[in-house]
C-alpha cells in the first residue's frame, strides 16, 4: 500500500477493509488456506533473483546463497509443513471433561483471530514478513505486513509481489518511516507480531496495550556460546563463526559473545582466523561476505571497538581486510579482555565482533549466564551428558542448540520464541497456528444430565452429593 492518503486515514481504511472482509468469511476452509500458500510459495520461488537483487542493493553487498539458505529455504519449508500439517491442526481437539460433568462433551476448536499485524525488521526481511504470515494464513487469518525503512527496494518490491499474489483484503504490505511504523503498532489488530530490539519491543507494547491488542514481540539480546570443559574444540570454534558471520552478525540469534575454558583464547582465535579463511578466501573481495546495511551501524561497530580498545581490550581481526566504511565492509574480529561494564558486553553487538569471555569452572560459566537478562539463543558444546542436562536445567532461554548454532530455527516441529527480556510467545509450525488462533473451549451437554443435581434448593440430596464429590 502506498502512502498516498494521510497514514492514520490509510491505515485505517486497509484495517476496516480486512475486517469486513474477515466478518464475511470468519472461517476459511483448508482449501482457501491452502490456496493462499501455495500463492505465496509460489510468489516467492518465482521472484527469487528479484528479491537477491533487491536486498544487494539494500545491504551493499548481500549475498545471494545467503538469502537462497536463510529466508527463502526456511520460507519454503515452514509453507511445506504448513500444507502438510494443517488441516490436521484445523481440526477440533477432543479434552476430557472429569467424570462429575458427564455426560457433557469437551473440545478446543481453533478459530481465525481475524486481522494480524506483522512488523518486519531489516535483517531478514523477507523471511520475517513472511514466516508469521504463513502462521497467520494457515490459521485463517488476513494480515498487513509493515516493511521496515532501512531494507526501501526490498519493502516495495514485496509490496508489489504482495499486491499481484493478493487481494488487499486478504493480505497488504505498508512502506513507510518510523512515524508510520508507530502509526501501524498503535492500530487495533487481533493480533500484533514484531521482530526487532528489545527497545523498540518495549515501544511497541506500549502501544498494542492501549487497544489491549495481544502481542507476540521476537527481540534478542546476547546470546551466549558455551564451549563445555568436554566440547571437541575446533567443531566449537568452527559452528560459532558459522553462526557469527552469516548476514556479518546482523542476526537476532547470532552468538553474541563465548565463554570458554581459561586459557583458550588464543587456539580460539588461530581456529577462527583459519576458519575464516577458508569460508571467504580474498575476504576484500569475496561476494559471500554481507556488508552491514547502513553508515550509523558501521560506525555503531567502530565505537564499540574503539570504546573496548580504550578500557583496556585486545582486538584480534580475523581477516586481513580493514573495515572499509565507503563498503560498510566490516570484518569478523574476536575480543579479549573486554571490561564488563562497556558497551560491547552491556548491548546487543548485532554485528562481527566476538568478545570470549573465560571461565575457570562450569559453575562460574552457568552464573555469568544467568547474571544477565534471559538470551533469545543459548549454544553449547560439549560431549558429555551430565554436563549438557546441567546447562539445560540451569539456564533460561528463547531456546538452546547443542553442538550447533541458529539451526534450530530451521525445526519445523521446534517453536521459536524468546523469554523476559529476548521476546514474548512464540510461533513456526504448530504453535505459529496456535498463536494466530483462539483455541476456542467448548463445553456441550447433552439434553438428558445432571444439572438440576446442582440446583437449589439445596436439600439432602445435595449435600450427599458434595459429601460424594469431596469425600467427605
Given amino acids: 500500500m502506498k502512502n498516498d492518503l494521510p497514514g492514520a486515514t490509510a491505515l485505517d481504511h486497509l484495517l476496516r477493509m480486512q475486517r469486513e472482509a474477515y466478518a464475511r468469511e470468519p472461517y476459511p476452509s483448508w482449501d482457501t488456506r491452502a490456496a493462499h500458500l501455495k500463492a505465496l510459495r509460489a510468489m516467492l520461488l518465482d521472484n527469487g533473483d528479484a528479491l537477491a537483487q533487491a536486498l544487494d542493493a539494500d545491504f551493499g553487498q548481500r549475498s545471494k546463497a545467503e538469502l537462497l ?17 494443517g488441516k490436521r491442526w484445523m481440526k477440533p481437539q477432543r479434552r476430557a471433561t472429569g467424570i462429575w460433568l ?35 494464513l494457515a490459521a485463517g487469518n488476513r494480515a498487513i505486513i509493515k516493511m521496515s525503512e532501512y531494507t526501501p527496494r526490498t519493502a516495495e518490491l514485496v509490496r508489489q509481489l504482495i499486491e499481484r499474489t493478493f487481494a488487499p483484503e486478504q493480505v497488504a504490505v505498508v512502506t513507510g518511516d518510523a512515524q508510520v511504523g508507530a502509526a501501524f503498532c498503535g ?10 530490539s528489545t527497545a523498540v519491543g518495549r515501544e511497541v507494547m506500549r502501544a498494542a496495550a492501549a487497544n489491549l491488542t495481544p502481542v507476540t514481540l521476537e527481540l534478542g539480546g546476547k546470546s551466549p556460546a558455551i564451549i563445555g570443559p568436554h566440547a571437541r574444540f575446533e567443531h566449537a570454534v568452527d559452528s560459532i563463526l558459522a553462526g557469527k558471520t552469516l548476514n556479518a552478525g546482523q542476526t537476532c540469534i547470532a552468538p553474541d559473545y563465548v565463554l570458554l575454558p581459561r586459557g583458550m583464547e588464543q587456539a580460539f582465535v588461530e581456529r577462527a582466523r583459519a576458519r575464516v579463511a577458508r569460508l571467504y578466501p580474498d575476504f576484500a573481495h569475496n561476494r559471500d561476505y554481507t556488508t552491514l546495511i547502513s553508515a550509523r551501524h558501521f560506525e555503531r561497530m567502530n565505537t564499540l571497538a574503539d570504546e573496548a580498545v580504550a578500557q583496556g581490550a585486545a582486538l584480534h581481526p580475523l581477516a586481513e581486510a580493514k573495515p572499509d566504511a565507503a563498503r560498510r565492509l566490516f570484518p569478523p574480529c574476536v575480543v579479549t579482555n573486554a571490561p564488563e561494564q562497556g558497551t560491547l558486553m552491556q548491548e546487543e553487538i548485532f554485528g562481527p565482533l566476538l568478545p570470549l569471555v573465560p571461565y575457570d569452572t562450569l559453575d562460574d560459566a552457568l552464573r555469568y549466564v544467568n547474571a544477565r537478562p534471559r538470551p533469545l ?8 551428558r551430565r554436563t549438557v542436562e546441567r546447562v539445560l536445567h540451569e539456564t533460561v532461554s528463547g531456546g538452546v542448540a547443542v553442538n550447533e548454532t541458529l539451526l534450530h530455527i530451521a525445526c519445523e516441529g521446534l517453536p521459536f520464541g524468546g523469554v523476559g527480556a529476548s521476546g514474548i510467545g512464540a510461533y513456526h509450525g504448530y504453535e505459529g497456528f496456535t498463536t494466530f488462533s483462539k483455541m476456542k473451549p467448548i463445553l ?3 439434553r438428558w444430565n445432571a444439572r438440576a443435581l446442582l ?18
Fill in 69 to 85: 539458505l536463510s529466508e527463502l529455504w526456511l520460507a519454503k519449508n515452514e509453507i511445506d509443513s504448513a500444507l502438510k500439517h
Fill in 187 to 196: 492500530l487495533p489488530f487481533d493480533h500484533l507480531i514484531f521482530t526487532g
Fill in 377 to 384: 539463543a543459548l549454544y553449547l558444546f560439549d560431549d558429555e
Fill in 102 to 136: 458427564r455426560p457433557a462433551t469437551a473440545k478446543v476448536v481453533p478459530q481465525p483471530l481475524g486481522v494480524v499485524g506483522i512488523v518486519a525488521p531489516w535483517n531478514y526481511p523477507i523471511l520475517l514478513a513472511v514466516g508469521p504470515l504463513i502462521c497467520a
Fill in 444 to 446: 456441550v451437554q447433552p
Fill in 455 to 472: 440446583l437449589p434448593p439445596y436439600g439432602r440430596r445435595f449435600h450427599a452429593l458434595m459429601r460424594l464429590m469431596f469425600k467427605l
